[in-house]
T-cell receptor, first 112, second 112 residues
Framework: NAGVTQTPKFQVLKTGQSMTLQCAQD?????MYWYRQDPGMGLRLIYY???????DKGEVPNGYNVSRLNKREFSLRLESAAPSQTSVYFC???????????FGPGTRLLVL | SQKIEQNSEALNIQEGKTATLTCNYT??????LQWYRQDPGRGPVFLLL?????KEKRKERLKVTFDTTLKQSLFHITASQPADSATYLC???????????FGKGTSLLVTP
C-alpha cells in the first residue's frame, strides 16, 4: 500500500496563477483532509471531507476550493495564487471517528 | 477561543533520560487527544491516542497522560535516544467528530 500520496512534491507559481494539488489514498478511508503548515503556525486545517460527497471548511478556507472526486481522491485548488499561500500543504486521511490520521509527504508551494 | 499550547522552546535532553512534553488546552472538551511525531520535511506520523476516560496510555517507551480537570496532556519518552529527535504535535478532536486541531509542536533534541 502506498498510503497517502500527493502531487506535485514542489511547485513554484506566480501571483495570480492557478493550480490544483492532488491527493489520493489507497486505504479505503472515509475522511480526507487538507492542511497547511507555516513556520510558527503549526498545522492548520483548510478543508475536510468527512465522507465521499461532503466537504466542510476548516480554520483557513479562504482562497481555496476542494473537490472530493471519489472515495480515493481529494484535490485542493488555488484559483488565484497569492504570496500568502506560500506554504507546505499536507493531505491526510482517516478511517472514521476516533481514528488516527495518516499524512502524505507534503507539497511545498512557493508563490512569487 | 479554543487554544492548544505546546512549549515553543525546544527541549534538549541527554540520551537515556526521560523527555516530558506538555500539551495544554483551553475552551475544549475533547473526547480524545492524539500525539504525532514529525521529522523535518515529512508529514506527521501518529504515535498514541488517549480518550477522555483514560488517565494513561503506554506504548513501548512512550507514555501519555490525560488530565481533563487540568486540561493537560503529558507525553513521556523514557530512555530517550538520538533517533527520538523530532517535533512532537498534540491534536484534539473537534466535537463535530471528524476534524482535529493541532498544537504548534515542541521540538525535541536528544544528544548522545
Amino acid at each position: 500500500n502506498a498510503g497517502v500520496t500527493q502531487t506535485p512534491k514542489f511547485q513554484v507559481l506566480k501571483t495570480g496563477q492557478s493550480m490544483t494539488l492532488q491527493c489520493a489514498q489507497d486505504m479505503n478511508h472515509n475522511s480526507m483532509y487538507w492542511y497547511r503548515q507555516d513556520p510558527g503556525m503549526g498545522l492548520r486545517l483548510i478543508y475536510y471531507s468527512a465522507s465521499e460527497g461532503t466537504t466542510d471548511k476548516g480554520e483557513v478556507p479562504n482562497g481555496y476550493n476542494v473537490s472530493r472526486l471519489n472515495k480515493r481522491e481529494f484535490s485542493l485548488r488555488l484559483e488565484s495564487a497569492a504570496p500568502s499561500q506560500t506554504s507546505v500543504y499536507f493531505c491526510a486521511s482517516m478511517a472514521g471517528l476516533e481514528e488516527t490520521q495518516y499524512f502524505g509527504p507534503g507539497t511545498r508551494l512557493l508563490v512569487l | 477561543s479554543q487554544k492548544i499550547e505546546q512549549n515553543s522552546e525546544a527541549l534538549n535532553i541527554q540520551e537515556g533520560k526521560t523527555a516530558t512534553l506538555t500539551c495544554n488546552y483551553t475552551n475544549y472538551s475533547p473526547a480524545y487527544l492524539q500525539w504525532y511525531r514529525q521529522d523535518p520535511g515529512r508529514g506527521p506520523v501518529f504515535l498514541l491516542l488517549i480518550r477522555e476516560n483514560e488517565k494513561e496510555k503506554r506504548k513501548e517507551r512512550l507514555k501519555v497522560t490525560f488530565d481533563t480537570t487540568l486540561k493537560q496532556s503529558l507525553f513521556h519518552i523514557t530512555a530517550s535516544q538520538p533517533a527520538d529527535s523530532a517535533t512532537y504535535l498534540c491534536a484534539l478532536d473537534v466535537r463535530s467528530g471528524y476534524a482535529l486541531n493541532f498544537g504548534k509542536g515542541t521540538s525535541l533534541l536528544v544528544t548522545p
